[in-house]
Structures are given as structure tokens and as C-alpha cells.
């Protein structure tokens, strides 16, 4: 099926630093999501995005729609321990139409030390 | 509050049985959706439904099967002839139209002993 590569796929980083993840794909996508996880529990979506180019900011996260549609990228400013968890980037393929079927990244878990 | 809920939240089956797990949602929403996650791995959908009576397979289909009645409701049925059923189930639903991301459950863990 179709992929999406997600990077990087573990951060271990100190309390305060910024982080950076993205996702890319050889296909071409209307719409990229980025979700939160925390253990044993379900995805928060925490950005959606649905244009080209789109940069959007949910509090200290930013994401971006690439302007190719084939990639996209989230950056947490000033981490904080809360943030712990597993973040997944998801896309809608244009050939997907409106099922509104999801491709999945691997994910990307991240650590922060206090 | 609106929300979908899932249960059992831990379930266990011995081989060669099914179980059924389930996925109730008062949002609303006409589509509803079954992923399978495993460890390091990215969710992958098993099947999916846009409207009542109606249901299509996702990628990973073969073992499971789904039932959609009622327009709150999308069980899965783990059957026997899924080969390593154990991993952490999730449903999710959303509104249908535009590009609207999915609100998922806190999801089933199936252990196979």
C-alpha cells in the first residue's frame, strides 16, 4: 500500500528545546493531519491542514502543507514534559475523493527530560 | 458531551475464537472507520463505512469483518481466521464532506492467549 515516511522515529531531547518531525511520500495529498498519542489511548489531532503551502500554529506546534503536497512538517517550540508521547503525521490522497480514508506515518515518539 | 467510545478496553481470546469489539459514537458523524496499530508501526486501516448499511474493506481486511445498522454504531469481529490478531484496535469517525480529520476512541487492546 501507499507510505508515508515519517522521521525522525525517536527523540530523546532536554525540557525547552525546539523539535522538528516531517513526513514525505512520493504520492500527492489534499490534506495532512498531525496527531498526538499518548499511551494505551487514542490519537488527538492537533493540526489539520488543506492547502499548499498552508502554515498553521497551534499554540507552541506550527505545521506546514509542502508546497509539492508531498510532504509535511510540525515543530514544537520551547518543549515541555507534557509533551511526552507519540506524534503521526496522516494524509488523504487526492485519488482517495472524499472516502476519507487516512495513510498513516510510523510515528515519531518523543521523550523530554526535565 | 459528544464522543466515541469504545469497549472492552483490554480483551482476551483464546485461539481459534472470535470476539467482537465495539464502537458507539454520538457525534453524529456519517463515517466511521476500524485501524489496527502495532508496536512501531503506523495505523492501518482495516475497514471503513460512509453511510448505514454500507461498509468497504480497507488494506488489511482478511480475518475481520464489520457490520454498520445503525448510523452510532460499526462493530468489528475479530474472527478466527486472523492469523496474529493481537495488537491495539482503534475507531474512529468524521463528519463527511470537505477534508475533516477523524475523532478516534481510546481504543482495544486484543491480547490472543
Known amino acids: 500500500g501507499q507510505q508515508l515516511n515519517q522521521s525522525p522515529q525517536s527523540m530523546f531531547i532536554q525540557e525547552g528545546e525546539d523539535v522538528s518531525m516531517n513526513c514525505t511520500s512520493s504520492?500527492?495529498?489534499?490534506?495532512w493531519l498531525w496527531y498526538k498519542q499518548d499511551p494505551g489511548e487514542g490519537p488527538v489531532l492537533l493540526i489539520a491542514l488543506y492547502k499548499a503551502g498552508e502554515l498553521t500554529s497551534n499554540g507552541r506546534l506550527t505545521a506546514q502543507f509542502g508546497i509539492t503536497r508531498k510532504d509535511s512538517f510540525l515543530n514544537i517550540s520551547a518543549s515541555i514534559p507534557s509533551d511526552v508521547g507519540i506524534y503521526f503525521c496522516a494524509g488523504q490522497l487526492i485519488v482517495s475523493g472524499n472516502t476519507g480514508k487516512l495513510i498513516f506515518g510510523q510515528g515519531t515518539t518523543l521523550q523530554v527530560k526535565p | 458531551d459528544g464522543g466515541i467510545t469504545q469497549s472492552p478496553k483490554y480483551l482476551f481470546r483464546k485461539e481459534g475464537q472470535n470476539v467482537t469489539l465495539s464502537c458507539e459514537q454520538n457525534l453524529n458523524h456519517d463515517a466511521m472507520y476500524w485501524y489496527r496499530q502495532d508496536p512501531g508501526q503506523g495505523l492501518r486501516l482495516i475497514y471503513y463505512s460512509q453511510i448505514v448499511n454500507d461498509f468497504q474493506k480497507g488494506d488489511i481486511a482478511e480475518g475481520y469483518s464489520v457490520s454498520r445498522e445503525k448510523k452510532e454504531s460499526f462493530p468489528l469481529t475479530v474472527t478466527s481466521a486472523q492469523k496474529n490478531p493481537t495488537a491495539f484496535y482503534l475507531c474512529?469517525?468524521?463528519?463527511?464532506?470537505?477534508?475533516?480529520?477523524?475523532?478516534f476512541g481510546s481504543g482495544t487492546r486484543l491480547t490472543v492467549v
Open positions: 474512529a469517525s468524521r463528519r463527511t464532506g470537505l477534508n475533516y480529520g477523524y475523532t
Open positions: 504520492s500527492i495529498f489534499n490534506t
